[in-house]
């Protein structure tokens, strides 16, 4: 079990949510063998060892962030974040082909020691980081609770594409209901209470179709999913 650095300061829910969101993820990425690493995720065309290490290049990028102050007042929140996604078109795989090829070249421990090391790091710089800076982070700048709500959805939900073939649990409540908050404020209305969180992330990223219930129910809005990516 990964040890979690606790905040220096009183820690706002999305930290603690981030916490959770990649103690877990490490949890499952270090008990992962050879074989786990080649099983399918629900991201196309990426086996596990891909995902793993999209989770990595994710944590770099956030440790890049968190260091880079923004001068500017924000322009994007934790929910207007998503609205520039541009989907995963990609015709040629070049993508995912660049993805496969880099995965690869990565022993399976080096990946996940390397994934481990960097959450933590991310999780400490980001308890050190006040919740009302401005950071700049993808072209845009976020204070930087906003951004760590992004870094817990995208932790979420790719926990949820990292463990559809593995016997292993999937993300918990706190990160998941960062989810939900996100996935409520891109469709401009809560989805209803019925639906769990899990299920509504999985529609709501277009991991799953919706059924015929959920169709009528989002009427209109259904040709909008998925709203993040």
Avoid at 79 to 94: A, I, R
Wanted: with cysteine; proline share 8%; charged share 20%.
């Amino acid at each position: 079990m990964t040890a979690w650095p606790a905040s220096v300061t009183p820690a706002s829910p999305a930290l603690s949510a981030l916490r959770i969101a990649y103690s877990d993820l490490t949890t499952i990425a270090l008990s992962i063998d050879e074989e786990d690493a080649w099983r399918p995720t629900r991201c196309p065309g990426w086996v596990v060892r891909d995902l793993l290490l999209q989770l990595l290049q994710d944590a770099q990028a956030a440790l890049v962030a968190l260091a880079t102050p923004a001068a500017g007042p924000p322009d994007r929140d934790a929910v207007t974040y998503w609205s520039d996604g541009s989907g995963n078109h990609d015709p040629e795989f070049s993508a995912l082909r660049a993805q496969r090829t880099m995965s690869s070249a990565w022993t399976l421990t080096a990946l996940t020691r390397s994934l481990s090391d960097t959450t933590r790091a991310v999780v400490t710089l980001a308890a050190r980081t006040p919740s009302d800076a401005t950071l700049a982070t993808r072209e845009h700048m976020l204070r930087a609770d906003d951004l760590i709500v992004t870094l817990a959805v995208e932790a979420a939900v790719h926990h949820l594409d990292l463990v559809v073939d593995l016997n292993r649990p999937g993300p918990r409540p706190e990160p998941l209901a960062l989810v939900r908050q996100t996935l409520d404020g891109l469709l401009g209305w809560p989805a209803p209470e019925d639906w769990s969180d899990e299920r509504w992330a999985l529609l709501g990223t277009g991991r799953v179709p919706p059924g015929g219930r959920e169709r009528r129910e989002l009427g209109a809005a259904a040709a909008e999913l998925p709203l993040l990516w």
